[in-house]
């Protein structure tokens, strides 16, 4: 056997040992970038502008343009969920969110309303806590592909779980909390219903953009 013949197992290894050390580092650096962009998407609103029928078309009521459009106003937090999960998978996805969570409850006001550990005792919390179930049912789905049915699935059953899990944490609070049915439907109006629709929407945008990302990153890791 020849010297460079000789190189040629060492190189191998020498390259198996350098990936070794290489992915975990990447997966460091996206599992703080993913909790960092958490961090970003609670304090971030845009404004989705659409078309609408009037629910008053069939009056005698003289109608303009701006009757024909709608405005609603979001923050991405969900659809940041399911990027999470959709770009970094379910194990990975949870070690994210655990850390957005911790930051909240013990280091910094990250989210909408502050932070702390009393944030626990907040009507809104269960929404952030549902984030973990969220992501271990959408990453189980995902974990057998992108595909469109796979992508439309784990959307659904994403944003829904972290609806009824808020939905009830919100109730409890506000059964410990002595809150009235005015306080509760207004929460539940505002947090939900109609912001089911636009989440899922956009977390269906939100897991297509993680779907081509998770190739680049498996291209760049070779």
Not at 125 to 148: M, R, W
């Amino acid at each position: 056997m020849t010297d460079d013949e000789a190189m040629v197992p060492r190189i191998k290894r020498v390259k198996k040992e350098k990936k070794k050390i290489k992915i975990p580092v990447l997966n460091i650096l996206l599992v703080l970038f993913c909790s960092f962009l958490m961090m970003v998407a609670t304090f971030v609103q845009f404004d989705i502008t659409h078309y609408i029928i009037p629910h008053d078309i069939f009056s005698n009521h003289a109608l303009t343009k701006e009757d024909f459009l709608y405005t609603y106003s979001i923050i991405p937090q969900i659809p940041a969920v399911m990027f999470v999960v959709g770009l970094m998978g379910r194990r990975l996805g949870i070690t994210s969110i655990i850390i957005y969570i911790l930051i909240g409850l013990f280091l910094l006001p990250i989210f909408a309303l502050g932070g702390g550990h009393r944030y626990i005792l907040e009507p809104g919390f269960g929404y952030i806590a549902a984030y973990l179930p969220a992501v271990f049912f959408a990453g189980s789905i995902l974990k057998d592909g992108f595909s469109v049915r796979n992508i439309l699935k784990a959307a659904l059953i994403g944003v829904l779980t972290i609806h009824f899990i808020g939905i009830i944490y919100m109730l409890f609070i506000a059964a410990i909390k002595h809150e009235g049915w005015e306080f509760i439907k207004g929460w539940i109006i505002s947090q939900s219903m109609l912001k089911i629709a636009y989440d899922y929407v956009l977390s269906l945008i939100a897991l297509l953009v993680a779907k081509y990302a998770n190739k680049y990153i498996k291209y760049l890791i070779g």
